[in-house]
């Protein structure tokens, strides 16, 4: 029963750190990729916050998979899961505008 347990808090601290906040660099665009706006874009936001549970390309992992999920949820929809949460997923792990951004984008996939 120990082990079982113990097992389940591993499996879980590790599923939530994984997904866990982008930590001090999240947001961050210091390295301007040469686009010319020095605001990270939606897909650098994702990539750098949601990217270790949902994969690089959408197609899920520890996350659902989220390739065609415009198809499924509206942009204000994706907006309220990510202020919120939804399973195991923490609420607000992208505030504000970077929030914004990400559920636009997403919102786009169908």
Excluded at 10 to 23: I, K, N, P
Excluded at 65 to 76: C, I, M, P, R, T
Aim: proline letters at 2%; charged letters at 20%.
């Amino acid at each position: 029963m120990k082990w079982k347990l113990a097992a389940m808090f591993l499996g879980v601290s590790l599923a939530l750190a994984a997904c866990g906040g982008g930590g001090d660099n999240a947001g961050n665009n210091n390295g301007n990729n040469g686009g010319g706006d020095t605001a990270a874009s939606a897909e650098q936001i994702f990539k750098q916050n949601c990217a270790s549970c949902h994969g690089q390309d959408l197609s899920g992992g520890v996350g659902p998979n989220l390739q065609k999920v415009g198809s499924k949820y509206s942009k204000e929809q994706i907006k309220e899961i990510i202020a919120n949460g939804r399973g195991a997923m923490p609420a607000g792990i992208i505030k504000g505008e970077d929030a914004d951004k990400v559920a636009e984008w997403l919102a786009s996939k169908k």
